[in-house]
C-alpha cells in the first residue's frame, strides 16, 4: 500500500521525459525513490534557433510521454503530482500551445521552470543524495539536453546558481553539421572554445575552495554507464568518480566513430548516440576550465529537489493532535 505521503514528479527535458514517484526517507528531509522511469523522447529539435519552437511531432510525442508516465503514476496514488518543464519549453515560442495540449490529455499544468528555478530544485535534490552528507563546499554541474546548470554551495547552503544554454542538444544543431559522421576535430574544439567562452562569461569561481565538482544529469549518468560497461560492470557497480583522463579517452574514441557505430556502443542509449560528443566535450571543457581532474556523479537531481519540496508541503500541511 503506498505511503500517505507519496508524490510524484515528471520532469519535462530537452531529451527525455522522466518520472519519480518518491516518499519521505528514514532521514528528515530525505527522499526515498519508488518509482522511476525515462523515455527518450526529445522534443527539443530546432532548440538552437533564433526563435526556437517545437515542432507538431515533437509536441504529440511529447504529451503521448507525459500521459504515459501520467498514467504510471496514478497507479502509485501520490497525493500531489507536479509536472515541470526545462529549457526546451521554456525556450519556445510555442510554448503556451503545448502547454494546453497537456493539459487537454492529462487535466494537468505543466510548471515551465526559470532557469534559476531549475538549478535552485537541482540544488535541493542533490542535497538528498547520502554520498554528499558530509561535504559542505562544491559545485553542482548538470548537464541536460538543452542547458547546463552550475550550482555553488558554501557551507551547505546554495550561493550561487547558473543556467548557461551548454546543452548537449543545443550545441549539437549548432557546430555539428554531419551527425551521421565522425566529429572532426575542428568541430570539437569550437564546441570546446564556445563552453569556455560561456564559463568566463557565467561569474562562476571554480578555486580552490569551491570544493569538489558533483555532476548529475542524463549526459553524465550515460557516461558512468559506458564507462562501466566497458570493465563489465553496471551502473551501480561502477563507483561514481569519474576521471577526467578516462572521459577525455571516451571523448576520443566516440568522437571518431560515425553514429552507426556509437548506436552500437554498450550502455550508450542509441537516441542519445548523436548528442554524446557534443556532451562529452562539454564535460571535458568544464573540467578543463574548472582545473579539475574528477567528479562525483550523483543521481539525485531536479525531480528529487521538486519531490522534497511537495513532500514537505504535505508534511506541512498534516494536522497536529
Do not use: W
Not at 65 to 87: C, D, F, M, N
Not at 225 to 251: F, S
Not at 281 to 303: C, G, P, Q
Request: glycine residues 8%; aromatic residues 4%.
Amino acid at each position: 500500500m503506498p505511503s500517505p505521503e507519496t508524490v510524484a514528479v515528471i520532469d519535462v527535458g530537452s531529451n527525455s521525459i522522466k518520472l519519480l514517484v518518491a516518499k519521505p526517507g528514514l532521514t528528515a528531509g530525505s527522499v526515498e525513490a519508488i518509482f522511476a522511469e525515462t523515455i527518450e523522447t526529445r522534443i527539443s529539435t530546432g532548440i538552437s534557433q533564433a526563435l526556437p519552437s517545437l515542432t507538431e511531432a515533437a509536441m504529440t510525442a511529447g504529451c503521448r510521454t507525459i500521459t504515459e508516465l501520467v498514467r504510471l503514476a496514478q497507479g502509485y496514488q501520490p497525493k500531489s503530482l507536479r509536472i515541470v518543464a526545462t529549457s526546451a519549453v521554456r525556450d519556445a515560442t510555442n510554448a503556451i500551445q503545448f502547454i494546453e495540449l497537456v493539459f487537454e490529455a492529462t487535466g494537468l499544468e505543466i510548471q515551465i521552470l526559470s532557469g534559476a528555478e531549475e538549478a535552485t530544485y537541482i540544488g535541493t535534490g542533490l542535497r538528498c543524495d547520502p554520498q554528499i552528507a558530509g561535504i559542505h563546499n562544491f559545485i553542482q554541474m548538470d548537464l541536460g539536453g538543452g542547458s547546463l546548470e552550475l550550482i555553488r554551495f558554501a557551507h551547505g547552503h546554495i550561493e550561487q546558481a547558473l543556467s548557461l544554454q551548454l546543452g548537449a542538444v543545443r550545441l549539437t544543431e549548432q557546430f555539428i553539421v554531419d551527425r551521421a559522421a565522425a566529429l572532426a576535430t575542428e568541430a570539437a574544439a569550437r564546441i570546446g572554445a564556445h563552453v569556455c567562452e560561456a564559463l568566463q562569461t557565467s561569474g562562476i569561481s571554480f578555486g580552490p575552495d569551491a570544493g569538489p565538482l558533483i555532476v548529475t544529469g542524463g549526459a553524465l549518468t550515460v557516461t558512468r554507464a559506458v564507462l562501466a560497461a566497458q570493465n563489465d560492470q553496471t551502473i551501480e557497480q561502477r563507483c561514481p568518480v569519474l576521471h577526467k583522463q578516462e572521459i577525455t579517452q571516451l571523448k576520443a574514441i566516440l568522437m571518431a566513430l560515425p553514429l552507426h557505430e556509437r548506436m552500437a556502443v554498450p550502455h550508450l542509449p542509441a537516441a542519445r548516440a548523436d548528442i554524446i560528443p557534443a556532451a562529452l566535450i562539454t564535460i571535458d571543457s568544464v573540467l578543463e576550465y574548472a582545473v579539475r581532474d574528477r567528479v562525483t556523479h550523483s543521481f539525485y537531481n531536479l525531480r528529487y529537489g521538486i519531490a522534497a519540496e511537495l513532500l514537505c508541503e504535505r508534511a506541512e500541511a498534516m494536522p497536529e493532535y
